[in-house]
């Protein structure tokens, strides 16, 4: 593919985001999204077959912007470092994220959505953090069960979407810290 397919296709998704955000994906058209991104329906159908073909393609689009973010975390070789990240990370989507609008105004597609990158998430969260689980078991003495540590940190990010925590979300994120140091510790969390 080349560059201006690259860059067309890129618009389309942008639109397809911004049409969803606002009107939700059952009201998205084909001729919508053209008149958006300027292109002709010829155009449209060379590079998808139908809107489901969008709507998938958006999906995917998503997914791999919020797996790429994720991989920048995996460039420090500090354990600690990389779990500090990840919690860093972990706030500015919520912060930033638009998956709360698009819950809002798209809730069938959104739900689907966190569904079809939930398992995917989890899986990622594992490969990032291994180097992490990895010095902590070895400090401790321990074994964690590393797809049950990702799958909390997973939910707690979609219930966040769900509920959110309010202005004390940064607090939030320093107990879970807590909570996970704690759980590969073996400690009891004192107050």
Not at 26 to 33: A, F, G, N, T, Y
Not at 37 to 56: A, E, K, M, N, P
Request: aromatic share 10%; hydrophobic share 45%; charged share 30%.
């Amino acid at each position: 593919m080349n560059k201006r397919s690259s860059d067309t296709i890129a618009k389309i998704l942008a639109v397809t985001e911004e049409i969803i955000l606002r009107s939700g994906a059952e009201r998205i058209s084909i001729l919508d999204v053209c008149e958006e991104v300027g292109i002709s329906r010829g155009t449209f159908y060379r590079y998808f077959s139908s809107q489901d073909d969008l709507l998938d393609a958006f999906s995917r689009y998503k997914r791999d912007q919020f797996h790429a973010t994720l991989l920048t975390i995996a460039a420090s070789n500090d354990p600690d470092e990389r779990f500090q990240a990840l919690l860093d990370f972990i706030d500015n989507y919520l912060e930033t994220s638009r998956a709360r609008r698009l819950l809002l105004v798209a809730p069938d597609y959104a739900t689907r959505w966190l569904q079809r990158i939930f398992t995917d998430s989890v899986h990622r969260f594992q490969d990032i953090l291994a180097m992490v689980f990895d010095a902590w078991e070895e400090r401790h003495g321990i074994v964690i069960d590393r797809e049950l540590v990702c799958e909390l940190m997973v939910r707690y990010i979609m219930s966040d979407v769900l509920v959110p925590a309010g202005p004390d979300r940064r607090n939030l994120m320093r107990r879970i810290e807590r909570f996970v140091h704690m759980l590969v510790s073996g400690r009891v969390a004192r107050r």
